[in-house]
């Protein structure tokens, strides 16, 4: 049984940091392409990084240069660090594990980052 559980939310003000963990048992984690994505209230789901098998990453524009995605294969456990955190960062962020081709896809059920100002 595939499980993904993400931590490390919380209530934070604007500039603050926080540092999601997202933690996956039942795959074989180090050939998952790893993801964070969120969901701000009222809005859709995005992505904000993504982390594949051999370490390249990938940005929402609005978090580069901010947000970190790093991963640790050892510990099947996926980060993101979220460094001068805004308002408009509030949401659910939804920790995602999947395969190339959509061949696998599986998701977390979240955990809430609010950043008040």
């Known amino acids: 049984q595939v499980q993904l559980v993400e931590s490390g939310g919380g209530l934070v003000q604007a500039g603050g940091s926080l540092r999601l963990s997202c933690a996956a048992s039942?795959?074989?984690?180090?050939?998952?392409?790893m993801g964070w994505y969120r969901q701000p209230p009222g809005k859709q789901r995005e992505l904000v990084a993504v982390?594949?098998?051999?370490?390249?990453?990938n940005y929402a524009n609005s978090v580069k240069g901010r947000f970190t995605i790093s991963r640790d294969n050892a510990k099947n456990t996926v980060y993101l660090q979220m460094n001068s955190l805004k308002p408009e960062d509030t949401a659910e962020y939804y920790c995602?594990?999947?395969?190339?081709?959509?061949?696998?896809?599986?998701w977390g059920r979240g955990t809430q980052v609010a950043v008040s100002s």
């Open positions: 995602n594990a999947a395969l190339p081709m959509g061949a696998r896809n599986y």
């Open positions: 039942g795959v074989i984690f180090s050939i998952f392409t």
């Open positions: 982390i594949d098998s051999g370490g390249s990453t």
